[in-house]
């Protein structure tokens, strides 16, 4: 790997590996392996989870982060972002993590950046290590990826997340199934994906739920809340229904009370919570492979060998 821009980039066996890396993050969370290696976090959109927990995987990993603000930078000068990556790249960082709304920026940066760019969200294409932390989150539960039917549900058309998971979790032997509002479903339904009736979706073993994204949205296409809830919502009723085995997921920040009721986040088979903690472990995963390997961590190479 050398920039992570796209889950399809990434095959079964890469994906192990890093699933197997955050799981020993996740048990061993300090380590040297970034130490005096700076690591840039460009966030060009609001961020909580994926900036933070960047932050945090790299600081536990003994680097330093730079945190660009956008809104105090040369871009409100004039400056390209084109000039902007250059200039930051030209300080000797080691890599860029970059969330941007524009799509198809990321391959864009790559023609010209010589550091690792990790995509961090673009736009309404991909998000994957979103998508590496819900497969890592759907393994821990059930202990394997092949064969479950992951059901997602609402904003699914300007949705990032659910673009890598298309690109991944059918190769992982995983079936998509969408449900939502017509209008939010993508123009292309990709191979081997089956859009469905909520009651069908409620059957799934994993019911990932997903945001309505209002800023992507213009006015006349934002539903109203009250009546959204009632059609496509994870109310407290329609929990009821999912199957003893099933897990409630979201990849946040969450509408409380319109694509999933307050109660139903904190519902037992909820993992929305847990998602955040993997998110730090496979983005300490996800750096540790692109930044480090040419200096292995001795604790991990132990770890490995035996
Ligand atoms: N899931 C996710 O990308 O959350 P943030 O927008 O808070 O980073």
Known sequence: MRHLITVTTLTPDDVAALLERAEYRLAHPNGQTLAQRVVANLFFEPSTRTR?????????????????????????KGESLEDTIRTIEAMGVDAMVIRHEENGIMHRLTKFVRVPIINAGEGTNEHPTQCLLDVLTIKQAFGRLSGLQVAIIGDVLHSRVAGSHF???????????????????????????????????????????????????????????????????????RARLLKPHAIIMHPSPVNRGVEIDSEVVEHPQSVIFRQVTNGVAIRMAVLEELIQERRPDPIWATATAR
């Not at 939010?184 to 994906?193: A, D, E, L, T, Y």
């Not at 979706?201 to 209002?214: C, E, I, S």
Request: no cysteine.
């Open 52 to 76: 933070f927990s960047f932050e945090m995987a790299i600081k536990r990993l003994s680097g330093e982060t730079l945190n660009f603000q956008p809104s105090t930078s040369s871009i409100n």
């Open 167 to 237: 690109n991944l979790l059918p190769r992982l032997g995983m079936e998509i199934l969408l449900s939502g509002p017509f209008a939010w479903m993508p123009k292309q339904v990709p191979n081997g994906v089956r859009i469905v009736t909520m009651d069908e979706a409620l059957k799934a073993d994993v019911v990932m739920m997903l945001r309505v994204q209002k800023e992507r949205m213009t006015a006349i296409e934002i539903p109203d809340f009250k009546a959204y809830r009632q059609m496509f919502g994870l109310t407290v009723n």
